[in-house]
């Protein structure tokens, strides 16, 4: 398939839920509550049944450690790269991040934080199913949310309005 033709798609996850300890705020593990939300996101994304051919994951520990419990769930790790720019990125960091993305990935899964992986899931759906973007704008974008973004086009046209929200799932709903 030629990359303008071919359906590609970004799933966003937001970190399971973090701890507070006295640490740098990068060092931040996950809270119990956090160790448990993260299979349960990982389950979700088998079900999706979506072969990732490649994973940006944030490099702060709270992100590693939700990628380490979603990725055991998954029949088939993807590549895996950490992404120090991931942390603490603003909307245009993450869309540049996806402008950089490989043209032989079809579907990549960005491991991050909030509030940037809300405000890209908002500013790429251009359109939605259903009542997704009603629900993100409801609930906001909880710890190990998903949201499945679908276009066509090459990585580096990503922008805003460019995809559809096809799926907005939390383990809070």
Do not use: Q
Not at 48 to 55: A, G, R, S, Y
Not at 112 to 122: K, R, S, T
Not at 140 to 151: E, M, W, Y
Request: with cysteine; net charge negative.
């Amino acid at each position: 398939m030629s990359a303008a033709a071919s359906p590609r798609r970004i799933v966003l996850l937001r970190h399971a839920k973090a701890d507070w300890p006295a640490v740098p705020d990068h060092e931040r593990p996950l809270a119990d509550r956090g160790r448990k939300e993260a299979p349960v996101a990982g389950r979700r994304l088998m079900e999706l049944d979506i072969p990732f051919d490649l994973t940006l994951c944030s490099s702060a520990v709270r992100t590693r450690e939700t990628w380490k419990l979603v990725a055991h769930e998954l029949p088939h790790r993807p590549r895996t790269v950490y992404e120090e720019r991931l942390y603490d990125a603003t909307l245009g960091d993450l869309l540049a991040l996806l402008n950089e993305t490989p043209e032989d990935v079809d579907d990549l899964l960005l491991v991050g934080h909030n509030p940037g992986v809300h405000a890209l899931a908002d500013a790429l759906a251009g359109t939605c199913e259903g009542d997704a973007l009603a629900r993100i704008h409801r609930t906001g974008f909880p710890t190990a949310a998903i949201a499945v973004i679908t276009f066509t086009g090459p990585w580096k046209t990503v922008e805003h309005g460019v995809g559809r929200l096809a799926e907005f799932w939390s383990p809070h709903d």
